[in-house]
């Protein structure tokens, strides 16, 4: 599985209507890297940084506890970045389909989803095309981070230090007469911050005649997991995804709501499985 599992906002029609656009960006520091991914938040607005591309500033703000004064600046592309040419893509869309519908959101001539029981197509009721090519791409963005590196929505910065922090600023290379405000993102890093990803809470199973129900917490930790992976074994060695679509939460929780995730097995009497998520 990727070494990054990041959360990014399931948009909604009342963000996309915001009156200025911005790029939201997120990081996850490693012990010798910081892994950064963002996007524009409108429809509109992301479309046109897609064609201009990002700047991504890194700022050193202290090093072993002492501030940096000034502050010490870099880029760390030396040219906006942008969605990789199609051909790049051909070999990894061959491998992971949420890579294929990102390219087609970002180079398909027309854009239609037509898939009989996906869960992307159940939950996303979009009739604009540029929205239904923002929102797809966006969620299939979540599902592989090399594809979000094509699409230019990502950057793996291994030049950071141990002891230092760092202030990640994204912008877009809007060139002046392109009227379209787009607010710069930034996010806060640090070799430093590393911890190991938590495990899923709470998984339970119900079983009952020929069937299993499967049950873990999700609202803990959708700071940190969008959505979940089922797997099974039995020998508790080999295991197998169950869910071709990824498990997710459509719905915008209360903070106070304790919402749970379900999964629902079909297995034979007096066997045993093993289940982990």
Do not use: C
Request: charged share 20%; aromatic share 12%; glycine share 4%.
């Amino acid at each position: 599985m990727k070494k990054l599992v990041i959360l990014f906002l399931l948009l909604t029609p009342s963000l996309w209507a915001q009156d200025t656009a911005s790029v939201k960006i997120i990081a996850r520091s490693l012990p010798n890297e910081v892994l950064l991914r963002w996007a524009v938040d409108q429809p509109l607005a992301w479309k046109k940084a897609n064609e201009f591309g990002f700047w991504i500033e890194r700022a050193t703000i202290s090093r072993n506890g002492e501030a940096v004064v000034p502050i010490e600046r870099k880029q760390l592309v030396s040219q906006p970045l942008r969605p990789k040419p199609l051909e790049a893509w051909k070999t990894l869309a061959l491998e992971d389909q949420n890579v294929a519908i990102l390219a087609q959101a970002l180079y398909g001539d027309t854009f239609e989803i037509n898939a009989p029981g996906n869960q992307l197509g159940n939950i996303f009721a979009v009739n604009d095309e540029l929205e239904q090519r923002f929102t797809f791409a966006l969620v299939a963005a979540e599902q592989n981070y090399e594809a979000s590196k094509l699409a230019g929505w990502a950057i793996e910065d291994n030049s950071v230090v141990a002891g230092e922090k760092y202030l990640y600023s994204v912008s877009v290379a809007l060139p002046e007469h392109i009227d379209i405000p787009i607010k710069n993102g930034t996010v806060y890093a640090s070799t430093d911050l590393y911890e190991a990803l938590p495990k899923p809470i709470g998984l339970t199973g119900v079983f009952t005649d020929q069937k299993v129900t499967l049950s873990w917490n999700f609202n803990l930790l959708q700071h940190v997991y969008t959505n979940y992976i089922v797997e099974r074994s039995s020998d508790n060695v080999s295991f197998e995804r169950l869910n071709g679509a990824p498990i997710f939460n459509a719905q915008q929780p209360k903070e106070s709501t304790e919402i749970s995730m379900f999964y629902m097995d079909s297995i034979a009497n007096n066997t045993t499985f093993y289940y982990r998520v």
